[in-house]
C-alpha cells in the first residue's frame, strides 16, 4: 500500500440535484421532493444573504461603523447557521442540498448588490430588502409542507429561519430610525 494519495480524481455524479432518494421516514416521495426544491430556494437566499452581510461587514462606514461591524458580523454567523440547518434537512430528506454558489446563484430570489461600497442606509435597505424576500418565500413553504405533513421542514422554517429573520430584521431597522437632533 502506498502513501501517496490518489489526486486529481473524478467521477460521475452519484445523487442528481432535484431527485430524492428513498428514505424510511414516513414521508412520501412527492412531499419531499417539494420541500427540497422549496428548502433549496430558502437556501440558495441564505447563503446569498450571509455574503451581503459579510460584504457589508468589510465595507461599512461612519460614525456607527464600529456598532454595525459587530452587528452584521453577528448576523453573518447567524445566517451562516441556517445555512448549514437548511442544507443538512435537504440531505435529510434524501435531497441534494445547493452548495456551489454559482448553482445558489441561479436559484436565488435575492438581488444581486453593486460590487462597491454603498451608503449605510442603502445597506440597511438591502439587507432589509434580502430578508423580506426569504421571509415571504420561507412563510409560504412553511404553510405548504406542513399541509403535505413535513412537519419537520415546518419547523425548521418557522422556529430558526422566520424567527432568527424577523429578530434580525428588527435590529437592521432600528438603524434607519430618524433621530432627534440632541436637545430637541
Known amino acids: 500500500m502506498s502513501s501517496q494519495p490518489r489526486l486529481h480524481q473524478h467521477g460521475p455524479e452519484t445523487h442528481a440535484f432535484g431527485t430524492v432518494v ?65 442544507a443538512e434537512r435537504v440531505q435529510s430528506l434524501g435531497g441534494v442540498a445547493v452548495g456551489d454558489p454559482r448553482h445558489a446563484a441561479e436559484i436565488t430570489g435575492v438581488p444581486r448588490p453593486p460590487d462597491g461600497i454603498e451608503d449605510v442606509p442603502a445597506m440597511l435597505s438591502r439587507l432589509l430588502d434580502a430578508h423580506e424576500t426569504i421571509l415571504a418565500e420561507a412563510r409560504d413553504a412553511a404553510a405548504r409542507t ?39
Open 22 to 86: 428513498q428514505l424510511p421516514i414516513a414521508l412520501s416521495h412527492d412531499a419531499r421532493q417539494y420541500s427540497c426544491q422549496r428548502l433549496n430556494r430558502v437556501l440558495a437566499d441564505t447563503q446569498f444573504l450571509h455574503a451581503l452581510y459579510k460584504k457589508h461587514h468589510w465595507g461599512v462606514h461612519g460614525p456607527t461603523s464600529y456598532q454595525l461591524h459587530l452587528l452584521f458580523d453577528q448576523h453573518a454567523q447567524e445566517q451562516l447557521a441556517l445555512v448549514d440547518a437548511l
Open 146 to 184: 406542513a399541509q403535505l405533513g413535513d412537519d419537520g421542514t415546518q419547523d425548521l422554517l418557522v422556529s430558526q429561519v422566520i424567527r432568527t429573520g424577523e429578530a434580525q430584521v428588527w435590529f437592521l431597522a432600528q438603524h434607519l430610525v430618524a433621530t432627534r437632533p440632541a436637545g430637541a
